[in-house]
T-cell receptor, first 114, second 112 residues
């Protein structure tokens, strides 16, 4: 297992378009988190899954954002009708429930909305 | 409200000297803290952690100190190396799913 994979690494899109990102966690990890990081800031929590259940969503996750984790494996994060303010690095992390605090992050998807 | 703060956005240190990165927190419920290192275009990688039952944890060149009464922790890197140049984040798990709350980061530049 090579860690947490995110795809694509970079995405440039026009305002108003929809985009989807994918995260493949470490296979035995049952928790998966999405974070957003803007320039000069630390990562901010967006949402998390335990297996296939989405258990918490941040107020940052507007109704234009949706995340799924079918079958408790990979996850997707979709942003509809993108806005320039959505430009950020989107980070995925996974962890094993019984190993508290053992988070592993992916390399992130850099989104630029033009 | 920023529950975890890193008040120094950047720090420049000469190679071989000590780097001290600081972090303050406001939530007294936090009982575990982690430091992450982040290179450009990469995700954060775990560096070192400390439980609130300790006041110090050491791993090679990296030592983290925790002062619970002051709600303050610091990361010491001795000796600093040019490869340590990166952004460092302190973080605390808590709340739903033990999500991490991050500070804003400190960019460390180690000059040869």
């Amino acid at each position: 297992d090579t860690g947490v994979s995110q795809d694509p690494r970079h995405k440039i899109t026009k305002r108003g378009q929809n985009v989807t990102f994918r995260c493949d966690p470490i296979s035995e990890h049952n928790r998966l988190y999405w974070y957003r990081q803007t320039l000069g800031q630390g990562p901010e929590f967006l949402t998390y899954f335990q297996n296939e259940a989405q258990l918490e969503k941040s107020r940052l996750l507007s109704d234009r954002f949706s995340a799924e984790r079918p079958k408790g494996s990979f996850s997707t994060l979709e942003i509809q009708r993108t806005e320039q303010g959505d430009s950020a690095m989107y980070l995925c992390a996974s962890s094993f429930l019984q190993a508290n605090y053992g988070y592993t992050f992916g390399s992130g998807t850099r989104l630029t909305v033009v | 409200d920023q529950q975890v703060k890193q008040n120094s956005p950047s720090l420049s240190v000469q190679e071989g000297r000590i780097s001290i990165l600081n972090c303050d927190y406001t939530n007294s419920m936090f009982d575990y803290f982690l430091w992450y290192k982040k290179y450009p275009a990469e995700g954060p990688t775990f560096l070192i952690s400390i439980s609130s039952i300790k006041d110090k944890n050491e791993d090679g060149r990296f030592t983290v100190f925790l002062n619970k009464s002051a709600k303050h922790l610091s990361l010491h890197i001795v000796p600093s190396q040019p490869g340590d140049s990166a952004v460092y984040f302190c973080a605390a798990p808590g709340g739903a799913g033990n999500m991490l709350t991050f500070g804003g980061g400190t960019r460390l530049m180690v000059k040869p």
